[in-house]
């Protein structure tokens, strides 16, 4: 019996950001309105992503979860995004901890991480995850972090599953995953949601 579509996060990842992406160019540019609740439900598929990883990014997942938990939470009394972000300034909130702005931040952050991380793996040759992810991570949350963190997942990063058993944490094959350019698409929609 094969696997379908539910059982691939990459998919079901990919094809969440693509109809965000496609609602995003459906709105008016001078008043771009996205839902906050169609916004956390698509992030909230990323987070299997972070589990697959291991222990360099168990604190990325816990906290990437409990961001998107609050959006989520949040959504449910506030619609849009900018609507979000517009209470946080009146409030004069928008820099404290655990503020939906901030919390949107952080997990802007945690896609924009995934993002770049896949766009790694698609360019870097062999089974090693360690320099997609490290150069992700440099790129990405090591300029927001101390360096007693940096160094605890820079030793993490020797702790990374290979490319072969991550696709196999995702039920993916590398081939699979290369012709449905699920990453690509993720990356693209990404990119476009979050200029």
Known sequence: ???????????????????????????????PAMAAGDFSRACSNVSVLFGCLGIAFKFAEMDYVAKVNDLLEASKT????????????????????????????????GIDMVKVLFEQILVTEGNSLKDAASKAYAQVFAPHHGWAIRKAVGAGMYALPSKS????????????????RTPIYLSCSLHMLLL
């Open 165 to 180: 058993q991550l696709l196999k944490k995702l039920n993916e094959d590398g081939e699979c995953v290369l012709i449905s």
């Open 1 to 31: 019996m094969g696997s379908n579509e539910a059982d691939k996060p990459l998919r079901r990842i990919g094809a969440s950001f693509e109809q965000l992406a496609a609602v995003a160019k459906q709105q008016q540019p001078q008043q």
């Open 78 to 109: 506030i619609s849009t995004l900018p609507s979000m972000v517009e209470l946080d300034i009146q409030k004069g909130t928008v820099r404290q901890a655990g503020s939906h702005t901030r919390n949107l931040l952080r997990v802007k952050r």
